[in-house]
């Protein structure tokens, strides 16, 4: 597939020399993989951003119910949850100040299935439960991160979110003005006719994409499998992990396993006098030695803390704010907050689904442009002369083969079958123009 042993004429460093076409070559051959999943990813990612208006439209007879009086306490709600459905763990509370809305507890069967419960406040009554996983915006969240294949799925996609980083960078390499292009054609809309429109419009979609994508690409890189475990692996010897009250650690036990377990409203009420931001996850202690815990669900991350409160006593024995973590962690709670369209607010939303779009257009116009481009019965691969790797650009390979692991390792794999099988066929060599 790469040829590298036979030096490019020296005349041949404008736009079409021997280096631009390798590079062409390896742009187009990983985007034959890459474009499906961008298309699929700029849909699913584009719906995800609007999950709080979208569950409020589809779950609205569930999310509001009518004002008939006093609100019950949650210990009354939490009795009911457990008479009829008494084979499941409570796992928290999420409580709202605002009237009308239901109160939604998480439980979780021996399986470790997780489940919603939604309580009507004023009568205690159940309106619906629903398994996690069942719900239209998990599915989708689901599909956007594993193609609902799980841990198999994630793969899949973080290989072509590590091979979308290359099409950008090789993208800008190609979009670059060379020779006799100018910097104002390079920014200009497409004006040609023909396919030479797909191709015109799929380059200026990239440049912007380019800006807009790449830094969704980079901040998902922390969810994915490999490259998130070992990422975890970095933070974790270099004290970099994200600091928990509720998650990793040793749990925080009360200070006597004896006495009257506080009512729920006096520890929102604690909550509240420590300046926790509304609306709050809270957990019960699971059982006389074990504290409850509280945490702020807010979307502003500058504003989460959590804290761990004695179950007899009140006495708050630790608190964690954002400000607490580590810079390392702190930045990757920040690049999801990003991703998720929630960082600062509107502008943030409104910059992602652009991006979707963006996302979505660059797969319509490179396949287009391919289609129209391509020999009748054959798959078009762009020809490339055998050209000299610079040892910069050796480097620059191997590193991003190191920095983006699946990548690199499937470049190998590529290579090896290039070696063995392609070039014993002539696949995927091209037509030298003549």
Do not use: C
């Amino acid at each position: 597939m790469t040829e590298t042993t036979v030096s490019a004429p020296a005349q041949e460093t404008t736009r079409g020399g021997a280096f631009y076409r390798l590079v062409w070559k390896w742009h187009f051959l990983a985007s034959l993989y890459v474009l499906p999943f961008m298309l699929i990813l700029s849909i699913s990612g584009g719906i995800y951003l609007f999950k709080p208006q979208i569950e409020e439209w589809i779950y609205r007879d569930r999310l509001n119910v009518e004002i008939t009086g006093p609100m019950q306490t949650l210990e009354t709600q939490e009795a009911a949850v457990r008479t009829a459905l008494p084979d499941l763990k409570i796992r928290s509370i999420k409580t709202e100040e605002t009237p009308g809305r239901s109160t939604v507890f998480q439980v979780r069967d021996k399986q470790r299935h997780t489940s919603y419960v939604w309580v009507n406040p004023y009568t205690a009554e159940i309106i619906a439960v629903q398994s996690r996983d069942s719900m239209l915006m998990r599915m989708v969240k689901k599909f956007h991160g594993e193609l609902l294949m799980g841990r198999f799925g994630t793969k899949f996609v973080e290989l072509a979110s590590e091979w979308a980083i290359v099409l950008m960078i090789t993208g800008v390499y190609l979009w670059w003005p060379r020779g006799k292009r100018s910097w104002r054609a390079a920014f200009s809309l497409p004006h040609s006719p023909g396919r030479a429109w797909w191709r015109e419009a799929h380059n200026i979609t990239g440049i912007a994409a380019f800006v807009l994508i790449m830094p969704l690409l980079l901040s998902g890189l922390p969810w994915t499998d490999v490259w998130g475990g070992s990422f975890k692996y970095v933070q974790t010897q270099t004290g970099q992990r994200p600091v928990s009250l509720r998650w990793g650690g040793k749990p925080v036990k009360s200070t006597t396993d004896e006495g009257t377990r506080l009512p729920y409203a006096q520890v929102i009420e604690i909550a509240k006098a420590e300046g926790i931001a509304l609306p709050y996850s809270l957990r019960p202690p699971k059982d006389n030695k074990a504290t409850f815990w509280i945490g702020s669900a807010t979307r502003d991350r500058f504003k989460r803390a959590e804290i761990v409160v004695d179950q007899y006593s009140g006495e708050v024995l630790k608190r964690v704010d954002f400000a607490d973590n580590p810079v390392l962690a702190k930045t990757v709670s920040l690049g999801i907050g990003f991703h998720q369209g929630e960082l600062y607010g509107w502008t943030n939303l409104i910059q992602n689904l652009v991006a979707a779009f963006l996302g979505i257009a660059l797969a319509v116009t490179g396949f287009v442009a391919w289609w129209k481009r391509r020999p009748a019965g054959e798959l078009g691969v762009p020809a490339a002369p055998e050209a000299v790797l610079s040892k910069g650009m050796i480097a620059l390979v191997v590193i991003l083969s190191l920095l983006l692991p699946l990548m690199g390792a499937s470049l190998v794999i590529l290579l090896i079958l290039d070696w063995l099988v392609f070039r014993r066929f002539g696949w995927f060599r091209g037509r030298m123009p003549t």
